[in-house]
């Protein structure tokens, strides 16, 4: 039972534009959500996060909206740029426990 | 501040062999997680701890597999027995707190291969 799903294993964008990855989850229970960068051979980057109370959250290029009516969010990226290039992870966390739960990524790849 | 260190970055042994994995966390972080990675898919969490309590266990972490952080410090996760199902990336994480606003910061992990 798959409680982050990534519906889009891949992503093409170019440069310059916007990217918009989605997100969508079914545990009502979850609080907090992240979005992670991963390049190869690297461990997962935190880009940025958002409380289950808010609907936006914005640092610098990066903005994530929640939609918890839907269960969803979304992570845009403006402009965005080669080196975004990388596969990129929701995750969440229920707020009792400590573990994050991933989604299976999505391979953004911006082309110049 | 230095990030998360884990070592070896690679090993590959024979499948019955036991293997140890290693991680550094952030100074004063005092929470620390291990998840494994298989291919296509996300991390997967296996246990975390608080200073030097063990606080959860995934189902996924069997009896062949232990995990410990003695003095709250570093950590080390350890498979007996391997298996070929063993093979994946194992990931170390650590956070300063519970909170969101604590996010975890990953290591570059350890990549296991069993023959």
């Known amino acids: 039972d798959q409680q982050v799903k990534q519906n889009s294993p891949s992503l093409s964008v170019q440069e310059g534009r916007i990217s918009i990855l989605n997100c969508d989850y079914t545990n009502s229970m979850f609080d907090y959500f992240l979005w992670y960068k991963k390049y190869p051979a690297e461990g997962p980057t935190f880009l940025i996060s958002i409380s289950s109370i808010k609907d936006k959250n914005e640092d610098g290029r990066f903005t994530v909206f929640l939609n918890k009516s839907a269960k969803h969010l979304s992570l845009h990226i403006v402009p965005s740029q080669p080196g975004d290039s990388a596969v990129y992870f929701c995750?969440?966390?229920?707020?009792?426990?400590?573990?994050?739960?991933f989604g299976k990524g999505t391979k953004l790849s911006v082309k110049p | 501040d230095t990030g998360v260190s884990q070592n070896p970055r690679h090993k590959i042994t024979k499948r019955g062999q036991n293997v140890t994995f290693r991680c550094d966390p952030i100074?004063?972080?005092?929470?620390l997680y291990w998840y494994r990675q298989t291919l296509g898919q996300g991390p997967e969490f296996l246990t975390y701890?608080?200073?030097?309590?063990?606080?959860?266990k995934s189902r996924l972490l069997s009896d062949r597999f232990s995990a410990e952080r003695p003095k709250g410090s570093f950590s080390t996760l350890e498979i007996q027995r391997t298996e070929q199902g063993d093979s994946a990336m194992y990931l170390c994480?650590?956070?300063?707190?519970?909170?969101?606003?604590?996010?975890?910061?990953f290591g570059d992990g350890t990549r296991l291969s069993i023959l």
């Open positions: 100074s004063e972080h005092n929470r």
């Open positions: 995750a969440a966390r229920v707020g009792s426990q400590g573990n994050l739960i």
């Open positions: 701890f608080q200073n030097e309590a063990q606080l959860e």
């Open positions: 994480a650590s956070s300063k707190g519970q909170g969101g606003s604590w996010p975890q910061h």
